[in-house]
Nanobody
Framework: VQLQASGGGLVQAGGSLRLSCAAT????????MGWFRQAPGKEREFVAAINYSGGRLYYADSVKGRFTISRDNAKNTVYLQMNSLKPEDTAVYYC?????????????????WGQGTLVTVSS
């Protein structure tokens, strides 16, 4: 599976962005998908995950109520809708695929990673 993340950019605090992650390969619909982020000087952290069918979602407390993860298996794409953005959301955002089909917040569960897309939130 190859993953290509897009949709990052510069936005003011309180604004919104939608990230997309397009996957190649016929097995996308059997993978759980996750979004992680890494801010400058910090470790990579979990943001959100969705199981293979889209029926189970999981969010980090820091983004709960502001971010929404979704997927379209017909388009081999997972999305991250980010609303009410804060300067502390500034980071490189990565999408990842987990062949175990269950949602996980642990990066070691994910076998495939996209290249990352930069989100910058100005105050």
């Amino acid at each position: 599976v190859q993953l290509q993340a897009s949709g990052g950019g510069l936005v003011q605090a309180g604004g919104s962005l939608r990230l997309s992650c397009a996957a190649t390969g016929r097995t996308f619909s059997s993978y759980a998908m996750g979004w992680f982020r890494q801010a400058p000087g910090k470790e990579r952290e979990f943001v959100a995950a969705i199981n293979y069918s889209g029926g189970r979602l999981y969010y980090a407390d820091s983004v709960k109520g502001r971010f929404t993860i979704s997927r379209d298996n017909a388009k081999n794409t997972v999305y991250l809708q980010m609303n009410s953005l804060k300067p502390e959301d500034t980071a490189v955002y990565y999408c990842a695929a987990d062949p175990s089909r269950i949602v996980s917040a642990h990066s070691y569960e994910y076998d495939y990673w996209g290249q990352g897309t930069l989100v910058t939130v100005s105050s």
